[in-house]
């Protein structure tokens, strides 16, 4: 009775509806390298993102193999860039990446997701990327408490988040050498930390009232979301952060979820 039992649970299984790549709504690449700052995060974003996926039912592929950038990029409705950055791709990786945003005439280019270390990149060595990402990394202050305040409720990216919002982290300041516009999402309240508190030897002033911290645009026809926020490896099970990427990366994939006024 018991070995009957088990046959027919195993025929329920394979007959029960699965998340496959047929019945995923979409599809990403992650990109997350260990880098010499950023290495210990990898596990457990790794682990949140997976579930991400099972969650709200689209495939994802994450490596750290930068390889994977001179194949067919076409099947992704995004790149996810999780704290991995231009400069740490070679050349051909970069022309990879720029043919996916950009399409090849006949199929339209893909969408990027670019977190928190992703952003910077060495000033002059890919320009293009400088402008995908719509702001330059200048410096940033010792990580402290801060108040976040949504820029847009309206975005996907800021559902997730109360109105204000305290939240830890490195709160880059930036330059807009290529005169990139974006549109924030987020902004951190500079009157909450302390803007100059830096270590011995460099000098942090701040961006005044209009510091964003998250914001999206396009370029070349692809969406782009940034996020600024994520330093360490336990903001990965903070479910307001992980809400806030997960708004993202479904506006970047997808086009959807602006809320009309």
Known sequence: MKKLLAKLLLATAALAPIV????????VLVLAIPTRYHYEYIPVARESFER???LHAFDMVWTA???????????????????????????????????YIKGDGKQRGGNAVIVHRAIISKPGLWPWYEQLVGRS???????????????DASHPASFALPA????????????????VSIHPILKVDERSYDPTKIW??????????????????????????VSAL????????????????????YWAATGKGIQQP
Do not use: C
Not at 20 to 27: I, K, M, P, R, V
Not at 67 to 74: K, R
Not at 137 to 151: C, D, E, G, Y
């Open 164 to 179: 204000q919002w305290i939240w830890s982290d490195e709160w880059y300041e930036f330059t807009n050498p290529h005169g």
């Open 137 to 151: 990394f200048k410096i940033h202050p010792m990580l402290q408490s801060a108040v976040v305040t949504k820029a």
């Open 52 to 54: 991400m996926a099972k």
């Open 20 to 27: 496959s790549h047929a019945d995923a709504q979409f599809s």
């Open 200 to 225: 011995p030897g460099q000098t942090a002033t701040g961006m005044g009232a209009d510091h964003p911290v998250a914001w999206s645009h396009t370029h070349e026809g692809a969406r782009v979301f």
């Open 230 to 249: 994520g330093h360490n490896a336990e903001m990965y099970k903070d479910p307001n952060y992980l809400g806030h990427l997960w708004g993202g990366i």
């Open 65 to 99: 193999q930068l390889q994977a950038l001179e194949g067919d990029l076409s099947k992704y409705a995004a790149i996810v860039f999780l704290n991995t950055s231009g400069e740490e791709l070679n050349e051909a990786q970069r022309r990879g990446v720029e043919a």
